[in-house]
């Protein structure tokens, strides 16, 4: 009778300890947003690279977007784009200098939701250079952070250094939130992974994970960027500004205060035991300029591919959470990132571009009873319509200042004829530092970009992406496509219009005949 009865107080104590379903209808919004994560690397998108199996979940139980575009192809421009759904010119976000910081007193996601009774949290990489403004809770990296042993910024403001991985802790602090929030109310909560920034420091069980595989160098790899000054400029290539020493971790100073001084002892002996066999590579092949490209290039790949799989086991990690405590069936999850990155592509790494792997970022996301399984998605959408979609999901009109809009459509009735975008826009401003990418804005549509570069180098270039996908023809200029050109043109002033960009509009003011 005793044992029978402590079953029935166990029981009554679970219940009690679950989520309060019956009194929470509105769907809780989960976004796992990631940090240049290539959508070349995601299985869900048909890389040979690798294996993402949680990501390619979320996909396969909802919807993959193919043709998701950035406005600004760097890190806290797009986080900037994430909260506010403005274009950087209009977010006061335009590049990721330290001095330059996000206003946090504006309209944002959270705060909207927030006034509909959303419980509201961002844990993990923040980079806007000031503290979050409208979250119930927060817990932040400085600025980029660190892979091992990282600070956390916490409320109100004071620094820890938490003891272990930077994906794992995220994803901890994550589902410790969850635990503890109030379950009366839906919840809306970015979970800011650090992974799989520069320097792709991977988990110390993931390191070697690829060693056995020989990548295959991209068709565009040895480019020579024949008609394309600002490719031609740019400092980001594998073989000449990739570090050696920090990048791909040769005989790194592990005594420096940096990223290599933050191993625990155990950790550190791991880490150098492995990377002390990298360097014995490194040293038969570093006085052959050919064969050290190639090393580098598969150096490059194996870590940062490895960095990646600690993120995809760490989303698999919410994901079952998300199923034991039943929170699954009324809970929307998005993961995305960023922006996209080169993985060799033109030979280079990093983003900033508007060239397709830079100005694509990956999308998927799952609603249970809302969008199909296995739904997939052609239309053109840019990251201004996150934060839009987002409040659409909460039951909440997009504000008319957000320069974005829903897509939400576009997943649930994706048979019907929605009204879409049929050109997206972009505009870059970092420059000089850190990678000499020349300022430019643009347009993308279905089979043409025109680009407009600007600044000590300013020139035009056009790319007809039907013909040429690997943009490497820039047929600017060239007899045949002046009509072509005119309408282009015609559509960037259009867009520049729409989107109140008046700094591109000055630019475009002083040309002279369209076309030529």
Known sequence: M????????????????????????????????????????????GSRLMQTPNIDRIAREG?????????????????????????????????????????????QV???????????????????????????????????????????????????????YVTNL??????????????????????????????????????GAFDATDFPEPATFH????????????????????????????????DARNQFGRFDPEQLAAFKKYYDGIALQYDAVKNDSARLESWKFQRYLKDYLATAKSLDRNIGRILQYLDVTGL???????????????????????????????????????????IAPGTSVDKMVVNIDFAPTILNIAGIKTPVDMQGKSFLPLLTRPGEQTA?????????????????????FGIRTATHKLIRFYGQDANWELFDLTADPAELKNVYGQKGYERLTRQLQA??????????????????????????
């Open 2 to 45: 005793k044992q029978i009865l402590s079953l029935a107080v166990y029981f009554i104590l679970l219940l009690l300890s679950l989520p309060v379903t019956a009194q929470q209808t509105r769907p809780n919004i989960l976004v796992i947003f990631s940090d240049d994560h290539a959508d070349q690397t995601i299985s869900a998108y």
């Open 63 to 107: 919807a993959i977007l193919r043709n998701v575009f950035v406005t600004n192809s760097l890190c806290a421009p797009s986080r900037a784009v994430l909260l506010t759904g403005k274009y950087s010119h209009l977010n006061g976000l335009k590049d990721n200098d330290v001095k330059r910081s996000f206003d946090g007193s504006q309209q």
């Open 110 to 164: 959270q705060k909207l939701l927030a006034a509909r009774q959303y419980q509201t949290a961002w844990i993990g990489k923040w980079h806007l250079q000031t503290l979050p403004q409208g979250f119930d809770f927060w817990r932040i990296l400085p600025d980029q952070g660190h892979y091992y042993q990282p600070d956390f910024i916490n409320m109100p403001n004071d620094t820890i250094r938490y003891k272990g």
């Open 170 to 207: 995220i994803s901890e602090f994550s589902l410790n939130w969850l635990n503890q929030r109030d379950t009366t109310r839906p919840f809306f909560l970015v979970v800011g992974q650090k992974a799989t920034h520069r320097s792709w420091l991977p988990d110390i069980p993931d390191l």
């Open 223 to 254: 480019d020579n960027y024949e008609g394309r000054t600002a490719a031609q400029k740019q400092d980001m290539l594998i073989r000449r500004t990739m570090s050696v020493k920090n990048d791909l971790k040769v005989r790194p100073d592990y």
């Open 328 to 370: 699954a069936k009324n809970t929307v999850v998005i993961y995305a990132s960023d922006q996209g990155f080169y993985m060799g592509e033109h030979g280079w790494f990093d983003k900033r571009f508007m060239y397709e792997e830079s100005l694509r970022t990956p999308f998927v996301m799952r609603y249970p009873g809302q």
């Open 420 to 440: 879409w975008r049929n050109t997206i826009y972009y505009h870059y401003y970092e420059y000089p530092e850190p990678h000499r990418v020349a300022p430019h």
């Open 491 to 516: 559509e960037l002033r259009v867009q520049i219009a729409h989107y109140r960009d008046t700094e591109a509009a000055a630019i475009l003011a002083k040309e002279t005949t369209p076309g030529h």
